[in-house]
């Protein structure tokens, strides 16, 4: 459906090598980004980690893509999407190669770091490239395709990422990521370009940092802006903190599933994940009620984790967790 879509339009047909390439990138963001849970033991026994040292590496990444941001938003502004995600894609592969040869937790941490920082771009050049080659009444379609899409890496990062590390091991699955990845960022940067050819207009103004504080503190004032940001906040936190760190651990430990059972796990989480972003908007048509929707899926995800609380009565480690 999506490709015949895109190929039904000359117009459209143009526009599939970017975003191909937006999917590309967003997914390695994904993949990145909850890789370690499957493997997590393997990290632990290899790497000598201890529970805080795990949680570390895991959230190393999203400390780094939340530093950098603001940064990213102005090199945007003054070197374009093309050439930042290119840089900064060329920096998650540094990154995934100082993973594969990780001796110790700072390794493992340092090199997450440097994958977060160059994943810092992806989803961010979605909106900014996408508002720029599709007109208005069409963005959201094409925004949700590439979103949807990236949940690749998602599941790519459960049973695949768990067979791989079987067969080859995790090092040399991170060496093969780092490939991938820098094929992206040439890809990225000899496909890829800031605005379509038949644009005839100005180049914007670039923003003073000024300006972007001010830019800024306005989106932060947007009526209804603070329960969304709060609602997202603990529930994607509370979704990736399953996914993308604890997940892996736990099927281990308390289940004593190997590595492609682990991964098959995760990988049916992820697919649930995918299937309900893909379900809450014909939801929300139908019953004409966002604030239901919400609640009841709130109200679902608590019975599960008190479910799974009360089934690790007797393991006192795994209850404080949770």
Not at 63 to 83: N, T
Request: aromatic residues 12%; glycine residues 8%; proline residues 5%.
């Amino acid at each position: 459906m999506f490709a015949a879509s895109v190929l039904a339009s000359p117009a459209m047909a143009s526009r599939l090598p970017l975003l191909i390439l937006l999917i590309a990138v967003t997914c390695l963001s994904q993949f990145y980004r909850v890789s370690n849970s499957v493997i997590a033991p393997e990290l632990v026994r290899d790497l000598d980690l201890s529970a805080r040292q795990l949680g570390w590496a895991g959230s190393a990444f999203f400390f780094a893509l939340f530093a950098v941001q603001i940064p990213v938003g102005m090199w945007f502004d003054r070197f374009g999407a093309r050439r930042t995600v290119a840089a900064l894609s060329l920096l998650a592969m540094l990154g995934s190669l100082w993973i594969a040869n990780a001796s110790d937790a700072a390794d493992l941490i340092a090199g997450r770091t440097i994958v977060g920082v160059g994943c810092a771009a992806s989803f961010m050049s979605v909106v900014f490239l996408c508002s720029r080659w599709f007109e208005p009444a069409k963005l959201a379609t094409r925004l949700s395709w590439v979103f949807a899409a990236s949940n690749i890496g998602t599941l790519a990062a459960a049973t695949p990422l768990a067979w791989i590390a079987a067969t080859v091991g995790w090092r040399s699955g991170f060496v093969g990521l780092a490939v991938v990845t820098l094929l992206v960022a040439l890809g990225f940067l000899v496909f890829v370009r800031d605005r379509p050819p038949e644009h005839r207009g100005p180049e914007p103004a670039r923003e003073s940092p000024g300006q972007i504080l001010r830019g800024l503190w306005e989106v932060w004032r947007t009526p209804g802006l603070g329960p969304v940001l709060s609602m997202h906040f603990f529930a994607y936190a509370t979704m990736l903190t399953v996914l993308g760190v604890w997940g892996g651990p736990y099927l281990h430990d308390v289940h004593k599933l190997d590595g492609v059972a682990r991964g098959n796990v995760l990988l049916a989480m992820g697919t649930a994940q995918i299937l309900g972003i893909l379900a809450y908007g014909p939801m929300d048509r139908v019953l004409r009620s966002r604030k239901r929707w919400c609640s009841e899926g709130r109200r679902s995800r608590w019975c599960c984790w008190r479910s799974w609380r009360h089934s690790l009565a007797h393991r006192s480690g795994w209850r404080s967790r949770c």
